[in-house]
């Protein structure tokens, strides 16, 4: 190869006039197109249990086993992960759409919230995975503080999942059966 070849690789240049200003709409929209499962993330114990809807979610590293979960500073969430210093996360179920409706603060179906404990955090009952995590790191990250646990119990079973994209709550379809990556 050509150093040519290196320095001045064929690469068509794009109309460089974003199609959107960088506004927090436009953002949540963009970023919307971003396919996510979803999770409801909970803290506390007995009587004192908190839950919130979360897709901002996502794993880490493998050794030390961590996760990370973004919620906004606003949200009764931040101050109580911070206090408990520990928390559960359950991966919905793709049946369990009006229970993250309802922990988002949307239409409430309070007869289809069950929590069962396990490793010592409060988890959402019919959830496809359970973590049980302890805070590892919290970092602030604008308007959300970004909650690094490690997963200290997990519980996984098979089950399709609950999907969000664009605002909206799907279904997967698969396209091909091919042998999963990793899995
Ligand atoms: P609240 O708004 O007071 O509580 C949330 C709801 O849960 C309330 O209706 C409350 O009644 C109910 N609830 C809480 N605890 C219990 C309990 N023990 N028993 C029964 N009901 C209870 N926000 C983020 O910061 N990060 C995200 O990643 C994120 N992802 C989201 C993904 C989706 C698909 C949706 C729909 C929303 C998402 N949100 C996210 C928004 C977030 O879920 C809401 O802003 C939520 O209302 C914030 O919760 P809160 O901690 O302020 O508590």
């Known amino acids: 190869m050509t150093d040519e070849a290196v320095t001045r690789p064929n690469i068509p ?7 959107h200003a960088v506004t927090g709409q436009a953002l949540r929209k963009a970023l919307g197109r971003f ?30 086993p961590l996760v990370l979960v973004s919620i906004a500073t606003r949200a ?5 992960i911070a206090e408990n210093g520990r928390y559960g996360v359950s991966i919905l179920h793709r049946e369990q759409e009006p229970v993250s409706l309802h922990f988002a603060g949307g239409k409430p179906c309070p007869d289809k919230v069950r929590f ?9 009952d019919g959830a496809l995975v359970h973590l049980a995590c302890s805070v590892y ?12 646990g490690q997963v200290d119990e997990l519980w996984s079973q098979h089950g399709d999942p609950l999907v969000f994209f664009t605002g909206t709550f799907r279904a997967l379809e698969i396209v091909r059966e091919e042998q999963p990556w990793g899995f």
């Open 13 to 19: 240049i794009a109309p460089d006039t974003p199609s």
């Open 35 to 64: 396919v996510s499962g979803v999770t409801v993330i909970t803290t506390g114990s007995g009587d004192d249990v908190h839950g919130m809807t979360a897709n901002a979610f996502t794993s880490v590293s493998l050794d030390p």
């Open 76 to 80: 009764k969430m931040d101050a109580r």
């Open 116 to 124: 069962v404990e396990r490793g010592g955090v409060p988890l959402l």
């Open 137 to 148: 790191d919290s970092h602030a990250a604008g308007d959300h503080t970004l909650h690094v």
